[in-house]
């Protein structure tokens, strides 16, 4: 069977289980934000001067230039000599990019052709790729070493991400630009099935400064005989600077005599060294040019004025107590993409200037949530609603956007989220059979985004949804609060919301409710991938293509995901955008979206950890005995109530902690061990608690405080762990 048969019976399984006129262009944005300020990273003084000389030139032995010459044999040219295992090992690397004086790198990225092959001989086509003028800031770090044992190498953990950024550390990666070294953890790849195939990952527990380069060591690895391993031939020449009579050795030991001194002056020696190499940080014009190029260019269309919308239904039956109606309609908004934007649709760029460049108009659709509060007295707090993983909409009519729109009184409206909405899942699962199709994924979310801001206009202009007679109280007048819109988004809608808050000029206040970033890290731990998988697998069976693929993916991802925009989404705004504010909350436990993502956002943007995070003896990972302030690396606690800024928040039911490592939570141990049969079902330790935040009064509460134009993040855990009841406790 190929693999397009096995992707349609897949596509049916997946799509029902999903179920539940031209004006001038814009010039291109200017992006600012203070970024070079940096993120958390952190190096500690060397304990020793290391020498920062280049060895002099001394020829190899004849044995080791016949291993040599044997070892550049079997890579084919344009590939990386760092490694024989893939042409793109180590990952990501400088050595796959060339020199572009027009980006914001001056560099642009290169990736050779016939990468990537699927079952049914498809190669990866670059050329979406090779736009882009860096690597992620959120990039897997991937490298393959054979023989390693890691349990006798000092790699540093998920629940010990400080050890990363000491001198005992196997692994470095060093901010070239700064010097600092950058807080990350190792895990060998679990879902490999044989060492031959299992990558060592590096995943950096910050964001990575945009346009900055960084230099990746291992040092100091050890093998399953107990001594440590040799360095691969290749980088042997290279660190110790031989003299091969090789071309393709000493083009990359000029680049390495560059980088080998500011590894020293950052602690690393460069004798003894098992690996390195660099790569380089796209830059924001790069990660979100696009969709600020967008905005910028659509709201000019409209000017002042809101977007032209319809109302087609109201619905009164059938609600939550406290709701009036749920309304739906459609409105219109400048469409970036090829035909009529649907899914597998392409972004369309002008010849003259390559932003993005509108073709006519698209329809987009609401759902809104109305209050009974709103309708007799008014002031309702228009909120707009980020939906879950492919859902729809009419998310924001569900039962418990319900019960928190008729307590807080606030109108609750959502718009699909094209691109990962119900719509795109057959679009989705085809993109992981072949991944030449998965650049219309984050391009029809960029349209998503936009969208999103549209529907935040039409809240908060006079002549948008207020002047419709459904949105209008027993008096005829405006139900809204017309000062600003506020956003509110669970899960995907969280992980949406980052990036569509860090653009908006609709909205400075937002809730990411259960979100993260960073969809490599995120889809192995996740039990939503679970349905997918089977394609992935079906079509890239290798492993190492597997998790190169995610690296890969993850380049274009950013552009529609919270991990292209996190180091603008507070304080260091974009241009012709305001600052922003934002309340995470996240559940400990989550089956769905790994916390440790949410944590890697508060790291970046420097945001406080509600303290005490967890219950006392609460282990944070399983297996993991570090204290509860020493895992949650660099994350300081809030100082003082009320809260004027943006924190962190954990609620906590008794689920099982995560478990170390690439794998979900019912695949770790303690689950396999304690939740089989009906205790999947009834044992609260077993129960997924991603649906829990959202029901709790308090976070209900919480938003309500916050949702003002002075509004403040409220002491609503009272000095104590916040602890929740499970959803099945709840009947919305």
């Known amino acids: 069977m190929t693999v397009r048969l096995r992707l349609s019976a897949l596509l049916t399984a997946l799509v029902v289980v999903a179920v539940g006129c031209q004006h001038a262009e814009a010039p291109a944005p200017a992006i600012s934000g203070d970024i070079d300020k940096g993120n958390p990273t952190t190096t500690e003084p060397a304990a020793v001067q290391i020498s920062t000389d280049t060895p002099t030139p001394e020829p190899l032995s004849p044995e080791r230039q016949a291993r040599l010459n044997a070892a550049l044999a079997a890579i084919p040219a344009g590939c990386e000599i760092l490694s024989d295992k893939s042409c793109l090992l180590p990952f990501p690397s400088d050595v796959h990019t060339v020199v572009d004086d027009s980006t914001g790198t001056h560099k642009r990225i290169n990736l050779p052709s016939g990468q990537l092959v699927n079952v049914d001989g498809v190669p990866l086509d670059p050329t979406a790729w090779n736009l882009n003028d860096g690597w992620s800031p959120s990039t897997p770090i991937l490298a393959f070493v054979p023989g390693l044992d890691p349990s006798k190498t000092a790699l540093p953990s998920e629940g010990d991400i400080g050890f990363s950024v000491t001198e005992e550390s196997a692994t470095v990666i060093v901010d070239l630009t700064t010097g600092q070294l950058v807080p990350h953890w190792a895990e060998m790849d679990s879902r490999a099935t044989s060492d031959a195939e299992r990558l060592l990952i590096l995943r950096p527990a910050v964001s990575l400064i945009e346009t900055h380069q960084f230099a990746v060591a291992f040092r100091h690895l050890i093998g399953t005989n107990g001594a440590p391993l040799p360095a691969p031939i290749t980088f042997q020449a290279i660190r110790d600077n031989n003299a091969t009579g090789n071309a393709r050795v000493e083009a990359r030991q000029r680049d390495f005599n560059l980088v080998f001194p500011k590894l020293a002056t950052a602690g690393v020696a460069r004798e003894g060294l098992y690996l390195a190499w660099t790569f380089t940080v796209a830059s924001p014009q790069s990660l979100a040019g696009r969709v600020l190029s967008m905005r910028d260019d659509a709201f000019g269309k409209v000017s002042g004025t809101a977007p032209v919308f319809t109302v087609t239904e109201t619905q009164t039956d059938d609600l939550q107590p406290g709701i009036a109606k749920v309304v739906r309609g459609t409105f219109e908004v400048p469409l970036y993409l090829t035909g009529d934007g649907g899914p597998g649709s392409r972004m369309t760029f002008s010849p003259l200037n390559g932003q993005p460049i509108s073709t006519g108009t698209t329809t987009a659709n609401f759902t809104c949530s109305l209050p009974v509060k709103g309708i007799k007295e008014g002031n309702s707090v228009p909120v707009v609603y980020g939906h879950g993983l492919l859902g729809s909409a009419d998310e924001a009519a569900s039962s418990q956007v319900q019960h928190t729109a008729a307590a807080n009184n606030s109108v609750y409206c959502a718009t699909d989220i094209v691109g990962m909405a119900e719509g795109d899942t057959a679009n989705a699962a085809a993109a992981l059979a072949d991944i030449n199709l998965f650049p219309s994924i984050p391009d029809r979310l960029q349209q998503a985004m936009l969208n999103t801001l549209f529907l935040g206009r039409l809240l908060t202009n006079v002549d948008g949804l207020g ?52 969809y490599s890290t995120l889809l192995d731990r996740s039990v939503d991938f679970n349905r997918f998988l089977p394609v992935l697998t079906g079509a890239y069976p290798d492993p190492i293509d597997q998790q190169l693929i995610f690296g890969v993916l993850q380049m274009l991802w950013d552009r529609g995901e919270t991990s292209g925009y996190v180091q603008h989404l507070t304080d260091r705004a974009y241009d012709r955008t305001p600052k922003h504010q934002v309340l995470m909350t996240v559940a400990f436990g989550d089956h769905q979206v790994a916390t440790i993502t949410a944590d890697n ?5 420097k945001l406080p950890i509600y303290e005490p995070t967890l219950p006392k003896k609460t282990e944070p990972m399983q297996g993991v005995t570090t204290s509860q302030n020493d895992f949650f690396y660099n994350l300081g606690p809030i100082r003082k109530f009320p809260l004027d800024g943006s924190a962190l928040y954990y609620w906590y039911q008794g689920t099982l902690a995560p478990p170390l490592g690439n794998i979900t939570p019912e695949m770790s141990a303690a689950y396999q061990a304690q939740c089989q049969g009906a205790a999947a079902e009834t044992e609260r330790q077993c129960e997924d608690p991603h649906e829990m935040p959202r029901r709790q009064p308090q976070v209900i509460a919480q938003k309500k405080a916050f949702f003002q134009d002075e509004g403040v993040i409220t002491n609503v855990c009272k000095d104590k762990p916040c602890l929740g009841k499970p959803r099945s406790e709840f009947d919305y």
């Open 467 to 518: 002047s419709a007679q459904q949105f209008q109280t027993t008096g005829g007048a405006n139900m809204l609060n017309n000062a600003q819109a506020y956003y509110d988004g669970n899960s995907q809608g969280a992980i949406f919301g980052g990036a569509v808050t860090a653009v908006s000029n609709q909205w400075t206040k937002a809730v990411l409710g259960v979100g993260g970033m960073n």
């Open 601 to 605: 956002i508060a790291r970046t943007l």
